[in-house]
């Protein structure tokens, strides 16, 4: 278990980085849709209707 910490608090393992960034969506979903969140209520950040 030690081990695994271990690989993750490395620096150097700039894998893990990337295994955070692949399941995100390569573009923001707030940004090209401006106008749609002025639509939705001030709310909206709490409401999930982003598809993730």
Same mark, same amino acid.
Request: proline fraction near 21%.
């Given at each position: 278990?030690?081990?695994?910490?271990?690989?993750? /608090? @490395?620096? /150097? &393992?700039?894998?893990?980085?990337? @295994? #955070?960034? #692949?399941?995100?969506?390569?573009?923001?979903?707030?940004?090209?849709?401006?106008?749609?969140?002025?639509?939705?209520?001030?709310? &909206?950040?709490?409401?999930?209707?982003?598809?993730?």
């Amino acid at each position: 278990m030690n081990r695994a910490l271990k690989g993750c /608090s @490395i620096p /150097s &393992s700039n894998q893990t980085h990337h @295994i #955070h960034r #692949h399941p995100l969506p390569p573009q923001p979903p707030q940004k090209p849709r401006p106008h749609q969140r002025r639509f939705l209520p001030a709310g &909206s950040a709490e409401i999930p209707y982003v598809p993730r």
